[in-house]
């Protein structure tokens, strides 16, 4: 991932800018310094149009994106066009047109790409997916629309993105990474991203006028890996001190990611301030009202300033004033008080809420509060304080249980229906598309209904294709969505034509772990990532213990997926779902391999012992290899873009360690090994990973186990966290570049296994 991918503003620039940026301030007695138009981003040069309207009736950012997201030949066959909302207010757009010559109109550039989406997956019957694409099978002349065909948006809000996603999917992605998703997510007719790449920059100015330097500061935030959870006043300076062109460059980046959804007419949501501060700030800020808030999984939580006391104001307006400086304005803020066990003490809730709020409507009038409804929150105490017509709850919790009443709970608060399918990035596939069906569809029919959107917040974006194409259907189809048609649908156009092994795949598939219930909201992980146990049945302790649907589903998936007919094995779709389908299949496969071990080390049986734990590391062997021939299952490309963002060598260690800490290790001993530990939390079944860290895990676990059966003495005893730390400070270098044939280490993946319904 080269430096050359993101803006690259000099270290000596940044510090000019952002001295200069303090010195006026202090110069002016007040925030109104820190209000200086943000510095522009130089435009990229305009190509030609795609579009044959008129210069006024253009659309130039769905042009360029269009350009980015089709081959030339392909994309000048549009032409995008504005177009009105709803009598409701509601986006909306319509497709027609004549082959070769197809026009969408649309209430946004968004809008408008979302209806080329619409077109693509239902006209031209092709996938362009989060990942993978079928493009390779759009014909030279694109069929035209024998109707046109209109579709409203069902709801207002379709907002994207969890607080976590920027650690989990990589939080040293590139600008082209980061416009990609923007594309995609248009494409699929989302309106309101979550925006954190850079979310430290407007802490680090402001807090500088409060009697911090830069070094404290510095030291006091986390690596980027871990900002997710400092921004929920979680945890801090883990993965430290951060550097100050990092800081510069990621306030660049996030600037050109706000720009960019703005241009599409989508809502950066940008993180809002409620009264994280550093420790000691009431020394420094005669009159602040100050509650530590203890710890949060072994981390030490940045303290709490009361919003209702006199000194909150002054720093939520050098916050909002700095922010607006490098991000610019935005509608939809997003802010989680008290998260996952913050301690209110002798603050008035109702009161803080209140203040929180007069605060962003003081620099930003009218602006939502978005707040993530988890657990308990936010909370009736929270919501009194507020004005309501004002926040939107995007709902966490969504899929995960019965009887939920979201109306009474929230007392009619406009929400989003929610789902977070996928917890810490993990490489499982499936979700539970029947209760979002069905919950959006009753939720929306209830009297003086307040949903008002969806909203799609796995702990990581971008690792399941099927489930993030479904749940964002829910928002535009005008009909209730049928599960059957739609996966036999999406079957046929995610790999470009009709193919009877292709759609028995994702038959099979929909009835396995797309037919998943509340009993969780993921499905299970496998456990050749799970620290080594004879009793292991999970990796991360808070995914499901058990399998969530049969096993033989995959297994009869990837049997029927070998089977499709070869021309249209040449699509990156095709060679993804392939790869991850024969992954999930080898994940699956290890909880029955493990009793099996577990049973034979039982009984004392040597030579079973061994047959079965070296058919173990020959599916350690396969994983690595099969997931080794497709690029989004490198660990090489996961820490060589952490590394590309170091000034220097110390630097690129420190940001290698925030990234491999984050997917095994977590953090420190203690967030490790307490009771719900978060070790293995983001496991994920990588290329590089599994060679270097998961196999000599467990290898040395069975090598302790094999010396007791033939001495008869104890199983060593193995200090875990040790080892693990001691992994996560390495900086071997692993591939970047997938290697391998896919459809090769698929079939023998297929050859290893027992067949679908064996008894084993």
Same mark, same amino acid.
């Given at each position: 991932?080269?430096r050359?991918d993101?803006p #690259?503003?000099?270290? #000596?620039?940044?510090?000019?800018a952002?001295l200069a ?6 110069a ?15 435009p990229?040069?305009?190509p030609?149009?795609?579009?044959? &309207? ?12 269009? *350009? @980015?997201?089709l ?10 066009l504005?177009?009105p *909302? ?15 010559a197809?026009?969408?109109r649309?209430?946004t ?7 080329? $989406? ?11 997916g989060?990942?993978?694409?079928s ?16 579709r ?7 907002y994207?993105?969890?607080d ?26 989302v ?6 790449v850079g ?23 986390p690596?980027?890996?871990?900002? %997710?959870?400092?921004l929920?006043?979680?945890? /801090? ?15 660049a ?11 599409? &007419?989508m ?16 020394d420094?800020?005669?009159g ?25 104001a ?6 909002y004033a ?8 935005s ?10 066990? $913050? ?10 809420a209140?203040?929180?709020q007069?605060a ?7 602006a939502?509060?978005?707040?993530l ?7 009736r105490e ?7 017509? #004002? ?6 919790m969504?899929e ?16 989003a ?7 810490? $990035?993990?490489?499982?596939?499936g979700?539970n ?10 939720w929306?029919a209830e009297?003086d209904?307040?949903l008002?959107?969806?909203?799609y917040?796995?702990?990581a974006?971008g ?15 005008p ?13 046929r156009r995610?790999y470009?034509?009709?193919?009877g092994?292709?759609a028995?795949?994702w038959?099979?598939? @929909?009835?396995?772990?797309?037919s ?9 992980d496998g ?8 009793t ?15 096993a033989?589903?995959?297994r ?7 089977k ?7 699509s990156?779709?095709?060679r ?8 999930q ?9 493990l ?9 004392e049986?040597l $030579? ?7 058919e173990w ?11 080794? /021939?497709?690029?989004?299952?490198l660990?090489?490309?996961?820490t060589?873009?952490?590394r590309?963002?170091g000034?220097?060598e110390?630097?690129?260690?420190r ?5 491999? %800490?984050l ?13 719900f ?16 860290f998961?196999?000599?895990r467990w290898?040395r676990?069975?090598?302790s186990l094999? *010396? ?6 104890a ?14 400070h390495r ?5 970047t ?8 280490l ?6 290893a296994l ?7």
């Open positions: 991932m080269p050359s993101r #690259r503003p000099s270290l #000596r620039a940044g510090l000019s952002l940026l303090l010195a006026l301030a202090a002016t007695g007040g925030a109104a310094a820190l209000t200086a138009p943000r510095p522009a981003v130089a990229e040069p305009a030609a149009a795609a579009s044959t &309207g008129s210069a006024h009736t253009r659309v130039p950012a769905a042009e360029a994106a269009l *350009r @980015r997201l081959p030339p030949r392909h994309a000048l066959q549009f032409t995008l504005p177009g *909302r709803s009598a409701e207010g509601q986006d909306r757009f319509t497709v027609s047109g004549r082959a070769g197809v026009v969408v649309g209430s550039p968004a809008t408008v790409l979302a209806g080329v $989406g619409w077109y693509l997956r239902h006209v031209a019957q092709v996938d362009v989060w990942p993978g694409d493009l390779d099978a759009l014909p030279d002349v694109l069929p035209g629309v024998p109707q046109p065909v209109t409203t948006a069902l709801v207002r809000h379709r994207a993105l969890n976590t996603d920027e650690g989990y999917a990589g939080a040293y992605r590139t600008w082209e990474e980061r416009r990609r998703q923007i594309d995609l997510l248009a494409l699929h007719g309106n309101e991203v979550l925006v954190q979310a430290e920059y407007p802490y680090y100015a402001a807090l500088q006028r409060h009697g911090y330097t830069a070094a404290e500061l510095r030291a006091w935030i690596g980027p890996a871990h900002q %997710s959870w400092w929920l006043q979680n945890l /801090s300076a883990f993965g430290g001190p951060v550097g100050e062109q990092l800081i510069e460059e990621r306030a980046l996030g600037g050109r990611v706000a720009d960019e959804l703005r241009a599409l &007419g809502t950066p949501v940008l993180p809002g301030y409620f009264g994280t501060v550093p420790p000691g700030f009431a420094r800020n005669p602040a009202r100050v509650h530590p808030q203890g710890t949060w999984a072994g981390f030490a939580r940045p303290d709490w300033l009361d919003p209702a006391g006199p000194v909150f002054a720093l939520a307006a050098d916050y700095a922010q607006r400086a490098r991000f610019g304005d509608s939809m803020y997003r802010m989680s008080p008290l998260h996952e066990g $913050g301690t209110a003490a002798s603050v008035d809730v109702k009161a803080a209140g203040a929180v007069r962003l409507d003081t620099a930003h009038p009218g939502i509060w978005a707040v409804g988890w657990q308990d929150d936010p909370t929270l919501l009194s304080g507020v004005d309501t017509s #004002r926040m939107l709850i995007v709902d966490g969504s995960r249980y019965e009887n939920l009443d979201r109306e009474t709970s929230w007392a009619h608060t406009p929400y229906l929610g789902t977070i399918h996928n917890f810490g $990035g993990h490489t499982t596939i979700a598309t029947g209760v979002w069906l069905r919950r959006f569809d009753q929306r009297p209904s307040a008002t959107g969806i909203a917040m796995p702990e974006a690792v399941d294709p099927a489930a993030f194409a479904f749940f964002t259907d829910l928002a535009w189809e009909r209730p969505l049928d599960r059957k048609e739609w996966f036999a649908a999406y079957a995610r470009g034509a009709e193919d092994y292709a028995a795949a038959e099979a598939l @929909r009835t396995g772990p797309y998943t219930g509340t009993d969780s909201a993921q499905p299970q456990l050749f990532t799970a620290r080594p146990s004879l292991a049945n999970r990796a991360s302790a808070w995914t499901p213990g058990d399998m969530r649907y049969p033989a589903s995959v009869t998936a990837l049997d029927a997926l070998l499709v007919a070869p021309r249209l094995r040449r990156s779709a095709y993804y779902d392939l790869v991850d389908t024969a992954r299949a080898l994940a699956n496969h290890s909880r029955v391999l009793p099996q071990i577990k049973a034979a080390y039982g009984a049986d $030579g079973r012992f061994r047959l079965l734990v070296g590391q020959r599916d350690e062997r396969l994983l690595a290899a099969v997931t080794g /021939s497709d690029r989004h299952f660990f090489g490309r996961w060589a873009g952490a590309s963002w000034a220097d110390a630097e690129r260690d940001y290698e360690y925030d990234v491999r %800490s997917l095994t290790i977590w953090g420190t001993r203690t967030a490790a090994e307490r009771p530990s978060l070790h293995d939390y983001a496991n994920r079944e990588w290329a590089g990973l599994l060679e270097e998961y196999a000599p290898a676990y069975f090598a094999d *010396r007791a059966l033939v001495s008869g003495a199983p060593e005893a193995i200090d875990w966290y040790a080892v693990e730390d001691a992994w996560a900086t071997t270098a692993h591939p570049e997938p290697s391998g044939d896919p459809y090769a698929a079939r023998a993946v297929a050859d027992p067949p679908a319904g064996a008894r084993t």
